[in-house]
């Protein structure tokens, strides 16, 4: 295997989250469910500033990954890249300080229903850049509604989250 070919295949199993991606049923799911599980350890515990930097990095990162992948299985946003599931689910607790099972289950349903729903203009946002990287953006604002519900959410029953929101 050349040197290029070894690279494709490390960036489509970034892709890929290793054998996640190729789960039967629902990858994405089963995406979303591995980055909420992960999240109190190597997300949440961070500070702002460096779960900005970890989104930003994830954000180029999985759209290089999602464009190798794209070329392996030979179809646009091919199911078994499920990398965007793990910005957009950790965009979901990027203002979370304390990881309680409730705030990752309800953050968690709250990124699958809109990754599924993809209400305006999530849908169209999945035309707006190119390569790998329109795949990594439907699933941010996916995140991004669904932070934005959680937050609101969290404040109606009294659950802590980043001071001096809401």
Not at 27 to 41: K, R
Not at 48 to 56: D, E, R, T
Not at 66 to 80: G, L, W, Y
Not at 146 to 159: D, F, N, P, Y
Request: hydrophobic share 55%; proline share 7%.
């Amino acid at each position: 295997m050349n040197q290029n070919n070894s690279f494709d295949s490390l960036m489509t199993s970034l892709a890929t989250l290793g054998p996640v991606g190729h789960l039967p049923k629902m990858p994405g799911t089963w995406g979303s469910l591995v980055a909420a599980g992960l999240a109190p350890f190597v997300f949440i515990p961070f500070s702002l500033g460096i779960k900005l930097v970890i989104l930003a990095l994830l954000f180029f990162a999985g759209a290089w990954a999602c464009k190798a992948a794209e070329q392996t299985f030979q179809r646009k946003d091919p199911s078994q890249a499920v990398i965007d599931e793990v910005l957009g689910q950790w965009t979901v607790f990027l203002f979370i300080t304390s990881a309680s099972v409730f705030t990752l289950a309800l953050g968690f349903i709250l990124f699958r229903i809109f990754d599924i729903l993809k209400p305006f203009p999530i849908r169209h946002s999945e035309t707006w850049l190119p390569d790998g990287y329109s795949v990594m953006l439907d699933d941010l604002l996916a995140g991004i509604y669904a932070l934005i519900t959680l937050m609101l959410l969290l404040k109606l029953v009294g659950q802590p989250f980043l001071p001096g929101l809401l």
